[in-house]
């Protein structure tokens, strides 16, 4: 195996949507192929020594090494590939002398990953939040954040 690297997937569905999809690396296209099957490796021919590993890597990202969390609105919940974080977040929310609480459970960036409260006299909302990079991290519901 001359200028091929090999990579180890984490499942059979990533290798054989990689290999269906290739991947683009600086720009160029580059096909790859199960080693075996069924198969957790794949090859990736003709890759130049002088391409960076982080190229390369972040490439892969999105198929191998993306981040599993919880996707949930209220109770409807399944499983989501995240590219940084997971997030909690539980919403409390005052209007017209009316109380809703909801829980999201999602993908989250850097932006979101604080807690707060706005009042804005007829309308009150806080937001508990936790950002977290682990997998399925975000399983917790957080408790409703009261601030007045």
């Given amino acids: 195996m001359n200028k091929a690297i090999?990579?180890?997937?984490?499942?059979?569905?990533?290798?054989?949507?990689?290999?269906?999809?290739?991947?683009?690396?600086?720009?160029?296209?580059?096909?790859?192929?199960?080693?075996?099957?069924?198969?957790?490796?794949?090859?990736m021919p003709n890759v130049l020594p002088f391409v960076p590993n982080n190229a390369i890597t972040k490439e892969l990202k999105r198929f191998a090494l993306s981040l599993m969390c919880h996707n949930c609105i209220s109770k409807q919940c399944s499983e989501i590939n995240c590219p940084d974080q997971c997030a909690s977040v539980t919403l409390f929310i005052v209007s017209n002398a009316k109380n809703m609480t909801s829980v999201i459970k999602t993908c989250a960036i850097p932006q979101m990953c604080s807690s707060g409260s706005i009042n804005l006299g007829e309308l009150l909302m806080t937001s508990n939040v936790m950002c977290c990079n682990s997998t399925l991290c975000n399983k917790e519901t957080l408790p409703v954040l009261i601030r007045l």
Avoid: C, M, Y
């Fill in 6 to 43: 090999v990579v180890f997937l984490k499942s059979e569905s990533l290798v054989n949507q990689l290999s269906v999809d290739g991947i683009w690396v600086r720009g160029a296209h580059v096909t790859v192929t199960p080693l075996s099957a069924p198969a957790t490796r794949i090859t």
